[in-house]
């Protein structure tokens, strides 16, 4: 019989790094049910006006959603609404949920949290300070969406309830996910932000929720920060060229007026990239490139597409209508609010290091002085399945 | 039972060893012979025997003894007794002057039957409880042992406890001799080697080896043989108290020991270089050696497209891992690591677990040990009970335990495939089954943590198994290339060029040029 001889020693020294090794692995080692816990699907947080922290938190009972199992029910009919919304003040944030307690059953579970709304005061005043404890914590979903609240506060946002999904937390979320196909929010998930706000050279931005109506919101537009403080917003057209420019686009349709009424041309790709070239060792101006793939996806008049020229023209005019937004967007937070949100400070520091030493501390001033270079190359590769535009053959 | 035989064994032994002395004579005259055989077989009443007189004018006395029930009479009468009474009855016939003893004379003159002489009365009763009949005559000092053993069992068919899709549905039956005509059948080759011994002190139950020589590897047959003279037991009921005993590790969970039913699978295996061991009495036969491969190995899987068997390989292996850690993985994932759960996932298990009294390691630890007894009310019940036993179990399981709150949902159906995969490889059902809550308490205990634990011990102890000097875990550990084509992946049978299992084979036995070895296409290219 073949057996392999070694020394016991060896072998239980063997096993002992084995099982050893296991203990590195990070773990949660505390036991507890999932129905012990309470899942907070959106979380909201506020100043109030005499300087005090506002936790608005969004649980689920998943019991209710079970019941309403197509997720169409309402809460109607006596059966248990599928989410509550509970609010607490206190002076930190973890003082804050703990405290909330004394108003829910069980702990809160941050795990699952969708969304992440700031109000309006929290962001004028500073955000960081108020984020510290999201990364600190070692049960927080790194994937939740952040938005700014503006003219509504947070606990409005999260108390509003239609019947698009039975988790209200979900339907923000999705009105933040479909933006690959608009293009007019950004979406910022919390490690994003994390970086951002680590990373020297570029200033931070947030999407944007308003409340539209009674029972709906909108996700649209940017929160413009500068070093953790609300410096302004931007409108729907100029995120977009902020978005175009910092590669964010995925799909959007940009309308294009031709003679004859406008061309809605839908993006297929676009490739955004910002640099700052430098002349005699200081930087000359900031660059933007971007390279957009679109198709004609409408032709709202009575133009013709027939002949390559009229396509070479559209696209020249496309790489217009882009080149203005994103110049609308720059010179915004250029001039308006000298917050550097596109990074080009970050390109600097990375590829003059040297320099970026020195000026770190001017830079916001520099950066709203330098002019901008903004490069925008459009190719046409569809025109759709007519060619020209619908009309009567005469 | 087993207890009542264990305490009285030693006793016993000695008394029937005294009984009849092992070169105790045949007593020539007949009348001791009777007195001696009523000593030996008082009690019991199915012994008979039976006198004649045969020769010209009853000459010759003879005595035939058997046991009723295990020989055939008709045989007997016919072909043994009546030719004799024939033969002799004319005076020339039987002189002494025609030369020879009397029984040579006798055998001489059956034909159809085969009679062998037997010397002692010790072996004369021995081959009576065996089954035989033994002819006594008077002035003889030896008996001849005649075989009209009766053939009685069950018909070849189609196995139940492996049943396949395409290939023979011919299985073994209780009956040794039949069992090893069916690999005869299948292997036309004089290097098909059965080599016969008995095992059992009271028994006395005809065991056999079967290996190909030249294929099965020298040392292991050796090794089988050594291991298989050491077994000291009363009885032989079945191959599994072989098994037990000439198992590498007898208290590990794996089987290092296979066994099968069915034909077509087992010549399977001694074309690999396994040596089987069959026994008298159970259809059931042992192959060695036996590695961990074999537990996801099916024969469809060599009739069948290469693909389509190594994708029902890989499903095998899966349904492996499932069967032991769903549970544990489970428990783990609610009570520990709910950060790793979607989202939406999360509401669905908050939903099925709201209201559930118990914490979900309870409620899988119920479910598992409901599920289990169910599983065993099933094999030992009559079987049109058993249609009853699962319409109640699939009630109390899957309805009622759910609609009183008493279990949640996803756990019916965790438990449900879970069960379904452990029915997947029945080798490791044992194992599957006990590893299961050791995985299930681990991982209440430390979550993954304890999961991985158990995991890395499961796989040491399982790389430490050897099956007859071959590593349990060949191919992987070692790993041995050529056989990685018969591993979790399935290469065309053309393809297979070499055999699995033993991995050094010698082409010993090319003495005999028409050993039709081309039994694995490609033969001749194996090292």
Same mark, same amino acid.
């Given at each position: 019989m073949i057996c392999r001889k070694g020394s016991k020693g060896a072998k239980i020294a063997l096993l002992a790094i084995f099982l050893l090794s296991a203990l590195l692995l990070s773990g949660c080692w505390n036991n507890r049910d999932l129905t012990e816990m309470n899942l907070v699907s959106a979380a909201g947080l506020e100043r109030t006006k005499d300087g005090k922290l506002l936790l608005t938190v969004q649980v689920v009972e998943p019991a209710a959603i079970q019941s309403t199992s197509s997720g169409k029910g309402q809460g109607g009919n006596g059966s248990p609404y599928p989410t509550y919304v509970s609010s607490y003040e206190g002076e930190t944030l973890f003082e804050t949920i703990r405290g909330i307690l004394s108003t829910l059953d069980k702990k809160l579970f941050f795990s699952a949290t969708q969304i992440l709304i700031l109000g309006e005061n929290l962001a004028k005043d500073d955000i960081i300070e108020a984020l510290d404890f999201f990364q600190r914590d070692h049960e927080i979903n790194y994937k939740m969406y952040i938005l700014v609240?503006?003219?509504?506060?947070?606990?409005?946002?999260? #108390? +509003?309830?239609?019947?698009?999904?039975?988790? #209200?937390?979900?339907?923000?979320?999705?009105?933040?996910?479909?933006?690959?196909?608009?293009?007019?929010?950004?979406?910022?998930?919390? +490690?994003?932000?994390?970086?951002? +706000?680590?990373?020297?050279?570029?200033?931070?931005?947030?999407?944007?929720?308003?409340?539209?109506?009674?029972?709906?919101?909108?996700? #649209?537009?940017?929160?413009v920060f500068k070093d953790g403080k609300l410096a302004g917003w931007l409108n729907r057209r100029e995120t977009r060229g902020y978005l175009f420019a910092i590669n964010q686009i995925k799909s959007t349709i940009v309308?294009?007026?031709? #003679?004859?009424?406008?061309?809605?041309?839908?993006?297929?790709?676009a490739k955004g990239k910002v640099h700052v070239p430098f002349k005699k060792g200081k930087p000359a101006a900031l660059g933007i490139k971007v390279n957009i793939e679109a198709a004609v996806g409408e032709y709202a008049g009575t133009g013709k597409l027939e002949c390559p020229e009229r396509i070479y023209e559209l696209e020249r005019k496309t790489e217009e209508v882009v080149r203005k937004e994103i110049e609308d967007a720059l010179k915004k937070v250029q001039k308006e609010f000298s917050s550097d949100i596109f990074g080009f400070g970050q390109q600097v520091r990375k590829y003059n290091p040297k320099y970026w030493k020195k000026i770190k501390k001017e830079w916001n001033e520099l950066f709203s002085e330098l002019p901008a270079d903004i490069k925008v190359k459009a190719k046409l590769r569809r025109v759709g399945s007519v060619r020209d535009s619908l009309e009567k053959d005469e | 039972?087993?207890?009542?035989? /264990?305490?009285?064994?030693?006793?016993?032994?000695?008394? &029937?060893?005294?009984?009849?002395?092992?070169? =105790?004579?045949?007593?020539?005259?007949?009348?001791?012979?009777?007195?001696?055989? /009523?000593?030996?077989?008082?009690?019991?009443?199915?012994?008979?025997?039976?006198?004649?007189?045969?020769?010209?004018?009853?000459?010759?006395?003879?005595?035939?003894?058997?046991?009723?029930?295990?020989?055939?009479? @008709?045989?007997?009468?016919?072909?043994?007794? @009546?030719?004799?009474?024939? @033969?002799?009855?004319?005076?020339?016939? $039987?002189?002494?002057?025609?030369?020879?003893?009397? $029984?040579? @004379?006798?055998?001489?003159? %059956?034909?159809?039957?085969?009679?062998?002489?037997?010397?002692?009365? !010790?072996?004369?009763?021995?081959?009576?409880?065996?089954?035989?009949?033994?002819?006594?005559?008077?002035?003889?000092?030896?008996?001849?042992?005649?075989? &009209?053993?009766?053939?009685?069992?069950?018909? &070849?068919?189609?196995?139940?406890?492996?049943?396949?899709?395409?290939?023979?549905?011919?299985?073994?039956? =209780?009956?040794?001799?039949?069992?090893?005509?069916?690999?005869?059948?299948?292997?036309?080759?004089?290097?098909?080697?059965?080599?016969?011994?008995?095992?059992?002190?009271?028994?006395?139950?005809?065991?056999?080896?079967? $290996?190909?020589?030249?294929?099965?590897?020298?040392?292991? %047959?050796?090794?089988?043989?050594?291991?298989?003279?050491?077994?000291?037991?009363?009885?032989?009921?079945?191959?599994?108290?072989?098994?037990?005993?000439?198992?590498? $590790?007898?208290?590990?969970?794996?089987?290092? %020991?296979?066994?099968s039913e069915k034909c077509d699978k087992l010549v399977g295996k001694l074309l690999d270089g396994r040596v089987a061991i069959l026994c008298d009495g159970t259809p059931f036969v042992l192959t060695v050696p036996y590695l961990f491969i074999e537990s996801i190995q099916v024969t469809d899987d060599y009739y069948d497209h290469a693909f389509f068997a190594t994708f029902m390989r890989l499903l095998r292996l899966i349904s492996l891992l499932v069967s032991v850690l769903l549970p544990g993985l489970y428990v783990a994932l609610v009570s520990f690591h709910q950060t790793v759960i979607p989202f939406k996932l999360m509401i669905t298990l908050a939903a099925s677990r709201q209201g559930i009294p118990f914490s979900p390691f309870i409620e899988a630890?119920?479910?598992?040990? *409901?599920?289990?007894?169910?599983?065993?009310?099933?094999?030992?019940?009559?079987?049109?009970?058993?249609?009853?036993?699962?319409?109640?179990?699939?009630?109390?399981?899957?309805?009622?335990?759910?609609?009183?709150?008493?279990?949640?949902?996803?756990? %019916?159906?965790? &438990?449900?495939?879970?069960?379904?995969?452990?029915?997947?490889?029945?080798?490791?059902?044992?194992?599957?089954?006990?590893?299961?809550?050791?995985?299930?308490?681990?991982? /209440?205990?430390?979550?993954?943590?304890?999961?991985?634990?158990?995991?890395?011990? *499961?796989?040491? !102890?399982?790389?430490?198994?050897?099956?007859?000097?071959?590593?349990?875990?060949?191919?992987?550990?070692?790993?041995?290339?050529?056989?990685?084509?018969?591993?979790?992946?399935?290469?065309?049978?053309?393809?297979?060029?070499?055999?699995?299992?033993?991995?050094? !084979?010698? =082409?010993?036995?090319?003495?005999?040029?028409?050993q039709s070895n081309n039994n694995k296409p490609g033969d001749e290219n194996k090292t």
């Open positions: 609240a503006k003219d509504v506060s947070p606990q409005e946002i999260l #108390e +509003i309830k239609n019947d698009l999904d039975p988790i #209200e937390a979900m339907y923000l979320k999705r009105t933040v996910d479909n933006n690959v196909a608009r293009g007019t929010v950004k979406r910022t998930m919390l +490690i994003d932000l994390v970086k951002d +706000i680590y990373c020297s050279g570029k200033q931070i931005a947030i999407g944007q929720i308003t409340k539209s109506g009674k029972k709906e919101v909108r996700t #649209e537009g940017i929160a309308n294009v007026p031709v #003679e004859e009424g406008l061309v809605a041309i839908e993006t297929i790709s | 039972m087993i207890n009542i035989r /264990n305490q009285e064994k030693t006793a016993n032994q000695n008394k &029937v060893q005294n009984f009849i002395d092992s070169r =105790e004579p045949i007593p020539e005259r007949l009348e001791l012979v009777k007195t001696r055989l /009523n000593e030996i077989f008082s009690g019991t009443d199915d012994f008979m025997y039976r006198e004649f007189t045969c020769g010209k004018n009853g000459s010759i006395k003879i005595l035939v003894a058997f046991i009723r029930g295990l020989v055939d009479k @008709r045989t007997l009468n016919q072909e043994v007794i @009546r030719p004799l009474i024939e @033969r002799f009855s004319s005076e020339e016939f $039987y002189t002494p002057a025609a030369g020879g003893r009397l $029984y040579e @004379r006798f055998i001489e003159a %059956v034909i159809n039957v085969d009679l062998k002489e037997a010397d002692t009365m !010790h072996q004369a009763v021995n081959s009576i409880v065996s089954g035989e009949a033994l002819l006594f005559i008077e002035g003889e000092d030896k008996a001849l042992v005649i075989g &009209v053993k009766r053939v009685q069992g069950r018909q &070849v068919e189609e196995p139940d406890t492996e049943t396949s899709i395409r290939g023979s549905r011919e299985g073994f039956v =209780e009956n040794l001799a039949v069992n090893t005509t069916l690999i005869r059948k299948r292997v036309k080759n004089p290097n098909l080697k059965i080599e016969m011994m008995k095992i059992g002190q009271q028994t006395k139950t005809d065991v056999c080896i079967c $290996y190909i020589k030249g294929i099965a590897k020298d040392e292991i %047959v050796k090794e089988v043989k050594e291991r298989l003279k050491k077994i000291k037991v009363d009885g032989v009921l079945d191959t599994g108290i072989i098994e037990q005993q000439i198992s590498d $590790y007898r208290f590990s969970l794996f089987p290092t %020991v296979g066994n630890f119920l479910m598992i040990i *409901v599920f289990e007894l169910l599983r065993e009310a099933g094999v030992r019940m009559p079987r049109p009970i058993g249609q009853a036993l699962s319409i109640v179990g699939a009630i109390v399981l899957g309805e009622a335990s759910v609609a009183a709150g008493i279990t949640s949902n996803l756990m %019916v159906i965790i &438990v449900a495939t879970t069960a379904i995969c452990s029915f997947i490889i029945p080798p490791f059902i044992r194992a599957t089954m006990l590893l299961r809550f050791v995985v299930l308490i681990a991982a /209440n205990i430390l979550g993954f943590l304890g999961i991985w634990f158990v995991g890395i011990a *499961v796989l040491i !102890h399982l790389c430490k198994l050897h099956s007859f000097g071959i590593p349990y875990m060949t191919p992987f550990a070692p790993i041995t290339s050529a056989i990685l084509k018969d591993s979790f992946i399935v290469v065309p049978y053309w393809a297979m060029i070499t055999r699995s299992g033993a991995q050094e !084979h010698v =082409e010993e036995n090319s003495g005999s040029p028409d």
